[in-house]
């Protein structure tokens, strides 16, 4: 096996897009820890819930997969793995059109929305800990670095 070019390539962590990753990955280990997450969900789904929370909410519109999956800058593939988990759990329930069979919308339950407000609780504190130790301007780079990678898809 042949030698990594380390002029060229860097350790990871001088990397922005791994550290984001990294960061991401511990809080959300943070998150499937937490003493609010009784049934042990996976952040991704939770983050999954809760973007379709807030599209319900704020689009007053009918949400499917495909909407939920642009949003969230996942693969329609893993979004509907995603939403079946979620269904099965009753955290999420599908309602399927009458006129129109293919077309489905994706709902919040009770039991789903009563985990987001337990575990938003627990996301706040956690923000609030990020912020109180001057970090809020990381927070701001952050979104602009958002904004530039979602730019170039």
Known sequence: M??????K???????????VWVIGNIFGQSMDNSSANK???LFSNFMVLAALYWLLNEKDNIINQRTLAKYTHLREITVSTIIKKLTKQGYVA?????SDKRSKSLLITSKGV??????????IEKEAKINKNGLSSLKQGLAMLLKEVSNEH
């Not at 390539?9 to 550290?19: V, W």
């Not at 599908?94 to 009458?98: E, L, Q, R």
């Open 2 to 7: 042949k030698n990594i070019d380390k002029e």
């Open 9 to 19: 390539y860097q350790d990871p962590y001088q990397y922005i897009g791994f550290l």
């Open 94 to 98: 599908i309602s399927i059109d009458k």
């Open 39 to 41: 049934d042990k969900i």
């Open 114 to 123: 009563n985990f987001l407000r337990a575990m938003l609780d627990d996301v």
